[in-house]
């Protein structure tokens, strides 16, 4: 679903960071959302994913945050030093693939801008009475956003800014998770990266940036089901890419495999799961694949299309 809003409010929450209201023309209520959902900002020449970070109860405003990457390719900085207050922005959307499960208590871990798809999870389960904590690390304290919101927790909260306490103390957070806890970790790729090497039962994580592929690409066939077409897809192309070619329509935004636009069912065959979306659970069952990045493990895999 495509959206044309209104940025309402534009304001800075960190240092390099900037929160923006989106909200319909003229008022009136937008799509519901759930904890974990992202947009995309549809930018000239740019189309990014960013986590809603408001309050799901409010229909009438979207929020999100983004971060200045200095190393980006232009569309943090279009959003910091062009986009205004009252100017109109494309928006897609929601999305979720990294849904709030239900459990006993939670563990949430986030670094600098993660925070921002953890932000209304901690609302839903401060809501329901359960036990939960967040630990937040950040390269500085000033460059951790919404930092005043989430004292209001108390203690829940534990603030690691990396200049003052260095990097976190995951072995020690993890072992100290016991059996019916939910981990949720979102933030740069080194923390998420460190909290899957220790491996903690019931673990969800949400990537800004694509995993590094893995494993060599080879030739394979992909089979359309609703018209019996089979098309070649080379070493050097994507499904999605093969499938656009051929004429056929398919949803699509990151195309690097963080976004879960281009999910599709996978009727026959073995998927090479190289996205940063499904859980482990998910890519075991191999009921869908991303078409972006995924690839096969079988000589021929049978679409949903």
């Known amino acids: ?75 943090s900085a279009y959003v910091h030093d062009v986009l205004s207050a009252g100017d109109s922005l494309q928006v897609e959307g929601p999305r979720n693939h990294f849904a709030l499960v239900d459990a006993e208590r939670y563990l949430f871990i986030a670094g600098g801008i993660g925070i921002t798809p953890i932000l209304p999870m901690l609302a839903s389960v401060a809501r329901s009475g359960r036990e939960w904590q967040l630990v937040y690390g950040g390269r500085t304290r000033a460059s951790m956003a919404f930092t005043a919101e989430l004292a209001r927790h108390g203690d829940r909260v534990v603030f690691r800014p990396q200049d ?21 970790c979102c933030g740069p790729e080194p923390l998420l990266a ?28 992909v089979e359309l089901a609703g018209s019996g077409r089979v098309l070649p897809v080379p070493a050097d192309r994507s499904i999605l890419e093969v499938v656009e070619e051929a004429g056929v329509q398919v949803l699509s935004s990151c195309r690097e495999g963080t976004c879960g636009t281009c999910e599709t069912g996978v ?39």
């Open 164 to 184: 003052e306490h260095g990097l976190l103390d995951l072995p020690a957070l993890l072992a100290g998770a016991g059996p019916g806890t939910a981990v949720y």
């Open 194 to 221: 460190a909290v899957e090497a220790l491996e903690p039962a019931d673990l969800h994580v949400e990537r800004f940036t694509p995993r590094e592929e893995a494993g060599p690409r080879t030739a394979f066939e």
């Open 267 to 305: 009727l026959g065959g073995t998927p090479d799961h190289r996205d940063s979306v499904l859980t482990a659970d998910e890519r075991l069952e191999s009921e869908v694949m991303m078409l972006c990045v995924s690839r096969a493990c079988s000589p021929r895999l049978v679409l949903d299309l």
């Open 1 to 75: 679903m495509t959206l044309d809003l209104l940025v309402d409010r534009k304001e800075k929450v960190a240092d390099d960071v900037v929160a923006l209201t989106l909200r319909a023309p003229g008022g009136g209520s937008l799509p519901p959302w759930e904890p974990g959902a992202h947009v995309d900002l549809v930018l000239p020449g740019f189309r990014r994913q960013y986590s809603l970070c408001g309050d799901p109860s409010d229909a009438s405003a979207y929020q999100v945050a983004v971060l200045r990457e200095r190393d980006g390719r232009g569309g």
